[in-house]
């Protein structure tokens, strides 16, 4: 099939297949399960079912804004499971350890099965991962990258300084932008729409002022919106950001433009869910070794 292209264009289409299917995966799966059906409604990060759409505004910056790149999308961190391991696809576990003893050590992949990161691969999509709310593992609180000396870095904390290195505003500046509120708040007690109360509590033992709170500090700590993985803070910056990305995007794979895809083969070029694509980077990783004994003339190898 079109074995008359150039490698530019083989590269370029490929580009564009990748990127769409990317694209396609994050809004239709990974979105599904961050922010729930109003947020998503708001911020127009629902899919069509059919045909092109057209949403994109040439005054729309689709760069990584500050708060999403230093605070908001580091909401991951607290699903950080204490334990990594190796399994087979059967699901039976082989080995695993604690976090804190394999950072950083190869011999725990190499040392293994040639397998090994088809093993761990299958360990990190099956175990499930530790719910989003404001407690860490104590491997990336204490012990992050430990060395011979019992000497390790605080993950939290990192998240928390990097936002005062980025001059990020304080997290009650956030909740007015948001419009959460419409004035910055002057107790923490006003807090108690959005946290449980040993969260205010915790977070007046930790400031001395409520328009003290660091933004990563304040949004981890918030009650979780229903069907949803963070809170309103994070749900109104990461909703804005993925927007933003959207319809900043003269390329998105949805437009109906000269270098996109052609009705009727865009839904039909991605029909992969997450699973299925994980799986063929993996198989396509472990034949590397094969293919780099085979012809170096792209049509043959595809």
Same mark, same amino acid.
């Given at each position: 099939?079109? $074995? ?39 911020? +127009? ?18 760069? /990584?804004?500050? $708060?999403? $790149? ?5 909401? +991951? ?30 011999d725990f992949l190499l040392q293994k099965s040639a397998r090994a990161v088809e093993m761990l691969a299958q360990y990190a999509i099956t175990e ?10 104590? $491997? ?45 708040? /002057? ?5 108690h729409l959005t946290h449980d109360q040993h969260a205010i509590e915790q977070l007046g033992k930790a400031y001395a002022n409520v328009r003290d ?80 004994e085979q012809s170096h003339d792209v049509h043959t190898i595809f």
């Amino acid at each position: 099939m079109n $074995a008359h292209w150039n490698d530019n264009k083989i590269y370029n289409e490929a580009r564009k297949i990748v990127g769409a299917i990317i694209q396609h995966i994050t809004y239709k799966e990974y979105l599904l399960n961050v922010l729930n059906d109003p947020t998503r409604e708001k911020y +127009g990060l629902k899919l069509s079912n059919t045909g092109f759409v057209d949403e994109y505004e040439a005054s729309v910056n689709p760069t /990584i804004k500050n $708060a999403f $790149a230093a605070a908001a999308y580091r909401f +991951g961190h607290s699903m950080i499971p204490p334990v990594e391991g190796l399994k087979k696809k059967n699901n039976r576990l082989v080995e695993d350890e604690f976090l804190e003893q394999i950072f950083l050590d190869q011999d725990f992949l190499l040392q293994k099965s040639a397998r090994a990161v088809e093993m761990l691969a299958q360990y990190a999509i099956t175990e499930p991962s530790r719910e989003v709310d404001r407690f860490f593992e104590s $491997a990336i609180r204490n012990r992050l990258f430990e060395n011979v000396e019992d000497v390790g870095f605080d993950l939290t904390a990192l998240n928390i300084q990097r936002g005062r290195d980025h001059g990020l505003p304080a997290y009650v500046d956030w909740r007015v932008y948001c419009e959460l509120d419409t004035e910055k708040l /002057i107790s923490f007690q006003e807090l108690h729409l959005t946290h449980d109360q040993h969260a205010i509590e915790q977070l007046g033992k930790a400031y001395a002022n409520v328009r003290d709170i660091d933004l990563y500090a304040g949004a981890m700590s918030e009650q979780r919106l229903p069907n949803s993985y963070v809170g309103p803070t994070f749900s109104c910056l990461i909703g804005e950001q993925f927007e933003a990305l959207k319809k900043g995007d003269r390329f998105w794979y949805e437009m109906p433009t000269r270098q996109g895809f052609k009705e009727g083969k865009i839904l039909q070029s991605f029909e992969l869910n997450n699973l299925k694509m994980i799986e063929a980077k993996l198989n396509l990783a472990l034949r590397t070794s094969d293919l780099r004994e085979q012809s170096h003339d792209v049509h043959t190898i595809f």
